[in-house]
């Protein structure tokens, strides 16, 4: 059965790209500001893609991963494909590697649904945006902990830097943790710092550490 002419008249739903409802029908309409995150075919490693999109073309774009060296050194491949490009290109061009293209995948969809971070602000956001996502020191965030049936558990690596120390109680329990911000250490050597001040500067603690009954180093095996 035909559709009436009254349907057929209304064309795609309007979808917000950056606080304008838009009728999406060229690329070169989509703008907008989101992430995507994709994984390996080989389930290896994972990569987070920051994309900021104006009037179709890739702008900016923040490339981070964890998993294997290959994948590692194909986000610096990547990061040197993306600006520049429609997000058409970037959907069909080789980030070199599956996570890669996996994330840009997902980022697409979100941007031609209307789903970016920036769907209702008006203008989206300014060019240089993706790096606030990593803070003053310009670092990713990347939590690494292992865990032992008997042994127990082994912060590696959170939020706030790199783990030296565990605090345990009595129980074997997990208090605390003194850890040195690699971000702020690098800064301080950059800046001509002493190495030894600099990471006396860059190590606190977290939680009740001044309470524990045993120190553990986590990388040891005890």
Known sequence: MSCPMNIKGFGPSPIPEEAKWIQLKEINQVSGFSHGCGKCAPQQGACKLTLNVKNGIIKEALVETIGCSGMTHSAAMAAEILPGKTLLEALNTDLVCDAINDAMKQIFLQLVYGRSQSAFSEGGLAVGSAL?????????????????????????NLAEGYITKEALDENGEIIGYEYVAIGSLMKSLREGMDSKEAIKKATKTYGRFNEATTIIDPRRAE
């Open 132 to 156: 606030e996502d990593l803070g003053k020191t310009l670092s990713s965030n990347v939590g690494t902990v292992y865990s032992q049936d008997g042994k127990g558990t082994r912060y590696l």
